[in-house]
């Protein structure tokens, strides 16, 4: 036996939403526009990509061997190309949005980088095409985790009716 360690719940896939935020739209804040505008309640970001007029993120720092990783704040005050996004659009314990996007982007010179896009920091430049899956059956509740000490997903199991 390996010893995994995971927490799971079976949810069922809903509709399949194709979009694309127009200029001057925000990455996230648009995402969760979309799923309030079909009644989203849950859903999957399995792709997205476009362009935005600047990008703000935080990636991965580890301030020295051992110590823990944080994640740092990072801007891009330039147009880049935003190369792909996935993620879940979920909600914080009191119910609200929470959405936890993942992506890259290139600058003008072709250099990459990414990590957890921030709402509000990500305006469309032309175009960004985005697919989301809903998600039923699931609740998706992003929560500070003492093991962690960082904010996870926590999946639970919705009843029958529950329409995620």
């Known amino acids: 036996m390996s010893g995994a360690r995971f927490a ?32 989203v309640r849950f859903a999957a970001v399995t792709f997205a990509y476009g362009s935005l007029s600047e990008a703000g993120f935080k990636f991965l720092q580890i301030p020295s061997p051992g110590e823990r990783a944080v994640l740092t704040p990072h801007v891009m005050r330039t147009r880049v190309e935003f190369l792909a996004g996935q993620g879940l659009v979920c909600e914080d ?4 949005r929470a959405t936890h996007l993942h992506g890259a982007v290139s600058d ?5 980088a990414g990590g957890h896009f921030e709402k509000g920091q990500n305006p469309i430049y032309n175009n960004l095409d985005v697919t989301l899956i809903e998600l039923q059956g699931v609740r998706l509740v992003r929560r500070y985790d003492a093991e962690t000490q960082t904010v996870e ?9 529950g329409r995620g």
């Open 108 to 112: 003008e010179t072709g250099a990459v």
């Open 8 to 39: 799971t719940v079976e949810a069922r896939s809903g509709r399949i939403i194709v979009g694309r935020l127009l200029p001057g739209a925000d990455l996230i804040g648009g995402i969760e526009e979309i799923c309030d505008h079909h009644q």
């Open 93 to 96: 314990p009191d119910g609200k």
């Open 153 to 161: 997903m926590e999946v639970e199991a919705l009843g029958e009716s």
